[in-house]
Nanobody, 121 residues
Framework: QVQLVESGGGLVQAGGSLRLSCAAS?????IGWFRQAPGKEREFVAG????????DYADSVKGRFTISRDNAKNTVYLQMLMLKPEDTAVYYC?????????????????WGQGTQVTVSS
């Protein structure tokens, strides 16, 4: 069983930054970050392959967010810069058994509880 614990969310002004962390127990998997705003579908934000050699980003965050991982610590990070009010959501990390990065929500097998990110204008 894989457990994922997110941290690092909070309240920040527009233009600010936050770094989210996802600590995973057990075997290393490909990891994705998703977000869900009130009344909206959960959407893919960024993903990183098992090796860390491949990454993928949603168009809305390209150039502002960076995903990285430290396999020695079993932790994946999401550095978020130039935050906008529309980035406000609950952010979830998820683990896939696939070794490659994927943006398909149904391809993720384990989910964390989420961390709230609120960006004020």
């Amino acid at each position: 069983q894989v457990q994922l614990v997110e941290s690092g969310g909070g309240l920040v002004q527009a233009g600010g930054s936050l770094r989210l962390s996802c600590a995973a127990s057990g075997r290393t998997f490909s990891i994705g970050w998703f977000r869900q705003a009130p009344g909206k579908e959960r959407e893919f934000v960024a993903g990183i392959s098992w090796s860390g050699g491949s990454t993928d980003y949603a168009d809305s965050v390209k150039g502002r967010f960076t995903i990285s991982r430290d396999n020695a610590k079993n932790t994946v990070y999401l550095q978020m810069l130039m935050l906008k009010p529309e980035d406000t959501a609950v952010y979830y990390c998820a683990a896939s058994r696939l070794p490659i990065v994927t943006n398909g929500r149904r391809l993720y097998d384990y989910w964390g509880q989420g961390t709230q990110v609120t960006v004020s204008s």
